[in-house]
């Protein structure tokens, strides 16, 4: 047997839990990073390095068959350039589309995927123009670098947005209207080889500060889920591709709002590993080689909890039924994201009840 | 948090299972073994050398918290050597006992369990006497170094047993009578700190020439489940056990009869990580870190194909529905155990269905 190997570009949590999905399937992972004690370097053989460095990269993709990426916000020339050595999915101009939140948009608008007005802010001059168009409160968002609520501002009145917008560097941004939201949902698509295709159960998220703190999965809702799987489909088709997808939606009293895509494995699939037949980490190597994907459904109801800052006595966790622990293996920090909690129950009253003991525990 | 540390005597696919069980708690196996390509050396870091070396095991142990083990056919005194230094859990006397046809016989007789007649065959004197008392057929079994039905021969006469003495070194030995059996079953148990237990549900497992072939769980039986739970409970309290014990049965036409038992995470256990709510291996590790148990329940039906000699092809593996695949990184060899598929299903004839796609792919 002719074992895979693949490369991942970042070496995060992510990382990890893709690397440790592999071993089971005979994949090696290889990753990349700049730390040596990355959470995924812990557990696969890295190339050190950075994540932008041509050679580096061409080092991590002389060993492997196919490389991949754990984060979005990396560059994408040199991705691109990879491409004349060796297979990289997702495909970069998918990356590129979802690192730049005005590609983002402009890609959604041209599939008629419903999302957020926005208006695009190149300079001061635009912050009239936002305030006009979308009034208050309005959200400004920088294009780039813009992950876990870093990279945005809620501001209510013209003196905040021109605040807002020095702070933020002054770099080119977009000014989106502040939707009120029902719920957070998000919808996770995987495609391999030969077009084929499978969504996960919505999930509902909560985040605080702009931080994941938990998602609920299955969020079911027919229609919901229908209308969101046909836009993924629809982001899938027009990317040409391959491995995990995510978007998370605003649910708003008219439907579903398009906020954002990732192209890479999510923290709001985390749930997947023990809640559903198949993980999102699993579907997603499967994907990039090319193999043939394994079901996307959930076995009863699931709850993930993000820990963040520090991790709680693992002990007192493990006593709640059902609790399964994610260490990411990372040292404490304030607001960092070190480990999750899953939960899994046939009953979701039962779920969200254990749910509250493990969100106690942690001081929530 | 303070990080804790496992050792693992062995570095075959059970300790990888339990490495990679290991990693998402925050733990960090180190196994024992004389090959640095053995499976559990691919994804743990390895201390080389022999299970029996004192100065390997005493490496071993200065850079754990526990020492445990993934095979019974180890020295004993050299582990109870490492008791003056480190934590071993299971307690070696438990090694001992299960590593000893004649002592784990006596031990089943002394908690009455149920187990086959035999008779002590120490010389070539004892062979007429055990014809005498146990009629043909009969099984003339090593009382070490048994496993994967090595060191057995059912024999049918006086000049076959004679010739099995000698074929198999004329040996400390026991016969036994052969048993008429239904079907053969397992139990696997798990016994944490503070005297906390766990069964999971019995199993029903297929052997072909000595060689577990597959795994059907769970197999539901209230009656058998009770009685080998009881039986389980007694040895685990006799031992002061910590971790998995395994006792494999013949259930016959008037109940269970014990065969053998296992000091150690088991093959018939391996659907437990796709089929239960906590996998065998990340309940042994709990278990010899003092940790809380995490349910044996299963999620609905599954069945373990053991993958011998070499893998199929891992895409048509996974192309069958409910499909997972383990390969434990080992070169073909034939008749080894290279890897494992589980199914698993709600429906148990869609799932036996299932299983014998798989069981065509590879040939049987």
């Not at 400004?140 to 876990?148: C, F, I, P, S």
């Not at 027009?238 to 895509?261: H, I, K, P, S, W």
């Amino acid at each position: 047997m002719n074992r895979k190997r693949v490369g991942i570009v970042g070496a995060g949590q992510l990382g990890r839990m893709l690397a440790l999905a592999g071993y089971p399937l005979g994949i090696e992972c290889r990753v990349l990073d700049t730390a040596a004690e990355a959470p995924g370097a812990q557990v696969a053989p890295a190339v050190l390095g950075r994540l932008d460095d041509a050679r580096a990269l061409a080092e991590l993709a002389s060993q492997v068959d196919v490389v991949t990426l754990e984060i979005e916000n990396v560059a994408v020339a040199p991705l691109e350039a990879l491409l004349e050595r060796t297979t990289v999915y997702p495909p970069p101009r998918a990356v590129a589309a979802a690192q730049d939140r005005l590609a983002e948009k402009t890609l959604f608008r041209s599939l008629e995927i419903p999302t957020t007005q926005f208006v695009v802010v190149d300079g001061e001059k635009d912050l009239g123009v936002a305030a006009r168009e979308l009034g208050w409160p309005l959200v400004l968002k920088t294009r780039r670098m813009g992950y876990d609520g870093r990279g945005q501002r809620v501001v209510s009145s013209e003196a905040e947005l021109a605040a807002a917008w020095r702070e933020l560097g002054g770099v080119p941004s977009i000014a989106e209207q502040w939707v009120r939201f029902v719920r957070e949902v998000s919808l996770i698509a995987v495609r391999g080889a030969n077009d084929e295709r499978a969504f996960y159960p919505l999930a509902e998220n909560v985040h605080r500060d702009g931080i994941l703190a938990r998602t609920v999965a299955p969020y079911v809702d027919a229609s919901l889920q229908a209308h969101a799987e046909r836009w993924l489909g629809a982001l899938l088709s027009a990317l040409d591709y391959r491995g995990v997808l995510t978007v998370e939606f605003f649910q708003t009293e008219r439907g579903l709002l398009a906020n954002e895509m990732a192209p890479r494995v999510h923290n709001s699939g985390h749930w997947t590993i023990e809640g559903a037949e198949t993980s999102q980490f699993e579907n997603h190597l499967r994907a990039v080689l090319g193999w043939p994907l394994g079901s996307t459904r959930a076995r009863g109801h699931a709850a993930m909890l993000n820990l963040l800052g520090q991790l709680p006595p693992i002990e007192a966790v493990l006593a709640i039924p059902g609790a399964h622990f994610h260490d990411y293996g990372k040292s404490p920090r304030p607001g960092r994201k070190v480990g999750h909690c899953t939960l899994v129950d046939g009953d979701r009253e039962r779920l969200l009840e254990r749910l509250r003991a493990v969100e106690r525990l942690v001081g929530l």
